[in-house]
């Protein structure tokens, strides 16, 4: 037996390795690594959820934002951006659509965007949970206070997504402005679990300025955090930022990591995410060959999409939900998955 094949059973035996072992991982180049990764994380995956892929329903419902994150199309600084932000109206009819199509869980994504009040926010999140009870409600709106997220909570709001990009400090510094830190996105993350959010983290892969150890330091974050879902996908250039000349991630890369991510954490819901469908043709079904097990479609409506550009050459911009939705059920189909129109809760019941 190769002595990758011996490093990985022993990952997913153990869901753990010494440093040195995980670095080897992560940093190995051969596609036969990747195919045994994916191999084993598709074992471990079958297991906590068979054949099942969650789909929910992505809701961009604004770009406006006030920070200026180096690597994202949308920052505060990008005056080429046409800035938009939907209604209630429209954020409710985006709702209504999805669920006609058999989504039970609607993520509102949005820049930090200051119209957005606590009062507007609840607002929308209660105006959602009436029309829906029986749906998930996931936000993704950045860094707030404890006692925002206690209101959006209490308003009817069940998970948060909020990534912390990168868990070492020095490679936060380079990616993000000194108003910024990585303490304070850690405190989110905390606050959002004490108050009893299902919570999902994670990182770009092959952001600029990323190391092998910083990709480590992402891992041990996230054995610390214990989240029920993990968002990772690869950094991908945006002409109108700071970043300009850095090179996208890979492929390769982020599919290696999607799979010791399945290893390490098992019971995880882990998307294979609309960045890396971008930056390979099959990259999604990849991503659920190599241990994801979420997708996440989007109902934003067409107008607004491509606006709503955090990377170059988004896919799926173009379609009406109930296209996407059809797309992805035949792609998700051909990778030997089926979609399922629940809420998609973790496995917590299985760890
Ligand atoms: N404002 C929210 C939502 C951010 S957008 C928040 O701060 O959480 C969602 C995710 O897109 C980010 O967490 C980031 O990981 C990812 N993203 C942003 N710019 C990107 C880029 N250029 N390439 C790939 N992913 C990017």
Known sequence: MSTMQTLIDKLANKRDLADAELLELITST?????????????KIRQQYYGTKVYIRGLIEFTNYCKNNCYYCGIRAGNSHAHR????????????????????????????????????????????????????????????KKRASYQ?????????YLLRQETAAPEHYAKLHPASMSLANRKRCLFDLKAI??????????????????NLLADLRFLQELKPDMIGIGPYITHEQTPFAEHKSGTAEQTLRMLSILRLMFPYALLPSTTALGTIHPNGRELGL??????????????????????????????????????????????????IVTDRGDVAKNVI
């Not at 051969?30 to 598709?42: H, I, P, R, S, V």
């Not at 959006?152 to 998970?159: H, L, Q, S, T």
């Open 151 to 159: 209101a959006y909570f209490d308003a009817g709001a069940n998970r």
């Open 289 to 338: 060959k190599a241990g994801g097990n979420v997708v996440m479609p989007n109902l934003s409506p067409v107008n607004v999409r491509k606006l709503y550009e955090l990377y170059e050459n988004k896919i799926c911009t173009g379609e009406e939900a109930a296209q996407c939705r059809g797309c992805l059920e035949a792609r998700v189909r051909m990778a030997g998955y089926e």
């Open 30 to 42: 051969d596609e036969a690594t990747n195919q045994l990764l994916a191999a084993a994380a598709d």
């Open 84 to 143: 938009y932000r939907l209604s209630k109206e429209q954020i409710l009819d985006c709702c209504s659509e999805g669920y006609q199509l058999g989504f039970r869980t609607f993520v509102l994504q949005g820049g930090e965007d200051p119209y957005f009040t606590d009062e507007r926010v609840c607002d929308i999140v209660a105006a959602i949970r009436r029309q829906h009870p029986d749906c998930a409600i996931t936000l993704s709106i950045g860094e």
């Open 196 to 213: 009893g959010y299902q919570v999902g983290s994670g990182f770009m892969v092959g952001s600029p300025y990323q190391t092998p150890e």
